[in-house]
């Protein structure tokens, strides 16, 4: 449940401790970083600048293929419609990470692997209701960070907290039934992460007051839509429930919900079964989406959106390097997914994988991988 800015965690992808707090754990994660920013040095915040641009802006790279393309003809389509029974049970493992790439040097910056449950509870005319439950999570402390070890931290505080939810008679997420719940242990376990981080980084307060924080952490978990963000699992393994797209190749251009213009190329295809737990009539889904920004459009979105959360000072020292690096830097950004999503005849998901590729203007890389594989079955 751990998102980029959630694994049974919460999607806190590498700590996703509220929707903004996890771009910040990247600069914060280490003290020399965080001296960095209070010093304000023009040559150590150059240094630095990349890594809280590469955060802030990576909130653009998240979101889920929905160019799905209506057909007139039946047979050149595939429909993605859950077949469930009461009692059906899958068992997923997720694996989340990220790599930085400078020039030809890759660094592993963290890996997650978590393994949850979905069981369906009972199945109505209208839909079903079904159940996510955690079962084990690991993660890899690669760059001995605050990053890590706030994640391992906000696993404890829920790693048995269950979330119930319902789909329509297609398979799309409508309700969290224990939404309230839910927000409840959020909340508190939010609690106690904040205590650990700011007592490990007392300086924090001065450049990302902890009031601050907390209230848009909060204000992220407070109602039903922001519960169900954050399980952001959902999202990628039932999203898609109730669209038709065409087996034919199909190439849009179109704006993104962010306001950038966007290319996604989209195909579809009956899998031949590999092996023995392959069916006929299993189902494949995988596109590709470009998302531009230009230099301007970097420099506003970051500008923005450091306001939140950061001191006045300390966002425009920011800014202000940030601007100098994008100087005759006309690319600005690029934002290249890669999404698969492959399903079983009955609609149960297989394997979903998704890649993240950012390219800032040339200067440096970020990739981040998601994937949600089956496990153990057992259906009705």
Known sequence: ????????????????????????????????YLCMLLQTNDSKM????????LTILSMTAHAQMKTLQNNENEDSTISVVSYFCKN?????????????????????????TEKFMIVVTDS?????????????????????????????LLWEEIKGLRCRFTTDELGSVQHIENWREIRDVLKKSYVTVFDS?????????????????????????????????????????????GSVVTMEPSESDDISEAGYPTHTRIESYYSAPKDEYDIDGDYVINARTDTKLSGDDVKDLLSTTLSFFLTEEITDSVKKYTNEALTDKKEGMTITNHE????????????????????????VRRIEYDSIEWTKRHWN
């Open 124 to 152: 109505t005319a209208n839909g079903y209701k079904m159940e996510l439950i955690p079962l084990s999570c690991e993660i890899k402390d690669i760059d001995n960070d605050y990053q890590i070890r706030m994640a391992s």
């Open 340 to 363: 698969q999503y492959c399903y079983f005849f009955n609609g149960w998901p297989k394997l979903m994988q998704k890649i993240v590729e950012i390219n800032l203007a040339g200067l």
């Open 197 to 241: 981080l700011y007592a490990s980084l007392p300086v924090l307060d001065s450049v990302m007051p902890r009031k601050q924080l907390e209230n848009m952490t909060f204000l992220g978990c407070s109602t039903e839509d922001g519960i169900k963000e954050q399980f952001d699992e959902l999202e990628m393994l039932f999203g898609l429930h």
């Open 46 to 53: 150059k240094k630095i600048f990349t890594i809280v641009l």
């Open 88 to 112: 059906d049970t899958m068992e997923y493992q997720r694996v989340q990470g990220k790599m930085k790439i400078v020039d030809k040097d890759t660094t592993q910056r963290g890996e997650i």
């Open 1 to 32: 449940m751990f998102n980029n800015h959630s694994n049974y965690f919460i999607y806190f992808q590498l700590a996703k401790v509220g929707t903004f707090s996890y771009f910040l754990f990247p600069i914060i994660g280490k003290k020399k």
